[in-house]
């Protein structure tokens, strides 16, 4: 009886390790669902959203320009942060905020995104923390799952005007 108890446990062990390394390689390559908190997105995203973020875009470097996607902060590594792909390495970029009168532009370094929020007034973004590491990029956001009226693709960038063409 105790042998059949113990075959059982250590049955039930190993499957639950199994299944636990098939959960993890999946959302760690395949994707999963996040819940987007702050103003920085809005109003393509708004606070609380959830969204589905996939992960095999990064593996395969398919990131373009216009993308949303979740990244590894540059200033709390323990936190996420969640931008628009504003330009790719060697692209010029604006460096400057909507509103300073004087524009000044840079190109992102090979190996490198810049990112900035859609609200340009309530964003900590590359404008404050300069080009991320293309490594820290985490996936690139699908659709939206919920609010369940919002549901779908998101919408493309209000800052279009940001995506410089030089």
Request: hydrophobic share 30%; with cysteine; proline share 6%.
């Amino acid at each position: 009886m105790l042998r059949n108890g113990l075959g059982k446990t250590l049955r039930f062990l190993g499957y639950t390790v199994q299944y636990g390394c098939i959960a993890h390689c999946a959302f760690e390559y395949l994707g999963g669902i996040v819940v987007c908190s702050g103003p920085s997105m809005e109003p393509t995203i708004q606070n609380s959203d959830i969204v589905f973020s996939e992960n095999l875009s990064r593996h395969f470097y398919c990131i373009q320009k216009g993308d949303i996607v979740i990244v590894k902060s540059p200033n709390d590594p323990k936190s996420n942060i969640c931008k628009r792909v504003i330009g790719l390495e060697g692209d010029k970029v604006c460096t400057s905020n909507p509103s300073d009168f004087l524009k000044s532009h840079s190109y992102v370094p090979k190996g490198h995104v810049w990112l900035e929020g859609d609200n340009l007034r309530n964003s900590t973004d590359s404008r404050c923390y300069g080009p991320v590491p293309y490594g820290l990029i985490k996936g690139r956001i699908c659709f939206k799952i919920w609010p369940l009226n919002d549901f779908g693709f998101l919408r493309a960038s209000p800052n279009g005007h940001r995506f410089l063409d030089d």
